[in-house]
């Protein structure tokens, strides 16, 4: 079946370490998304990517980093500057269209 | 800036009402509104969606009205379950990326 899987589901990091989100789909989309949700506050657009190779800021970008250098693949790194980063993390991917989303199971990072 | 505005925050009904969450934007560049509907720990599903040249569209229990005059929109769910409980966003986007910008969310309770 096709879809967006997020690794992990939940995650633990150390106040100052960097760590790695991983999203992977394989619906052919041309076109990711890293959003964070935290709550009452809706969901936040961090990073996008609409081909590969190339990606654009957000609205909430600073802290986070990311990479497309594959089709399938748009991992998310929370770096040690981003002062909050405990929240629910979504992956989505996009066909064609508004309405070609779909999103990932999300992964919940907690900062201990 | 918040460029979508849902209301209200949460909302109590019991089985078989209607409950009626709204929305309303500010971006005249959007041309398409969906809303999202999201069960704890999983990842937002697209539920309708609607376009501003209509004043209203029905998907089965689910009905989005729209009033392009006022810039706002709002999403009447007929009969509801208790299998309706859930959070729902209503998001706007437009423009060649199609990023969403999502409302803070409403969480929907059910009653038996």
Not at chain 1, 72 to 85: D, I
């Amino acid at each position: 079946d096709g879809g967006i899987t997020q690794s992990p589901k939940y995650l633990f990091r150390k106040e100052g370490q960097n760590v790695t989100l991983s999203c992977e789909q394989n619906l052919n989309h041309d076109a990711m998304y890293w959003y964070r949700q935290d709550p009452g506050q809706g969901l936040r657009l961090i990073y996008y990517s609409q081909i590969v190779n190339d990606f654009q800021k957000g609205d909430i970008a600073e802290g986070y980093s990311v990479s497309r250098e594959k089709k399938e693949s748009f991992p998310l790194t929370v770096t040690s500057a981003q002062k909050n980063p405990t929240a629910f993390y979504l992956c989505a991917s996009r066909l064609d269209g508004a309405h070609g989303y779909t999103f990932g199971s999300g992964t919940r990072l907690t900062v201990v | 800036q918040q460029q979508v505005k849902q209301s209200p925050q949460s909302l109590i009904v019991q089985k078989g009402g209607i409950p009626i969450i709204n929305c309303a934007y500010e971006n005249t560049a959007f041309d398409y509104f969906p809303w999202y509907q999201q069960f704890p720990g999983k990842g937002p599903a697209l539920l309708i969606a609607i376009r501003p040249d209509v004043s209203e569209k029905k998907e089965g229990r689910f009905t989005i009205s729209f009033n392009k005059s006022a810039k706002q929109f709002s999403l009447h769910i007929m009969d509801s379950q208790p299998g309706d409980s859930a959070t729902y966003f209503c998001a706007g986007t437009g423009g060649s990326n199609y990023k969403l910008t999502f409302g803070k969310g409403t969480l929907l309770t059910v009653n038996p």
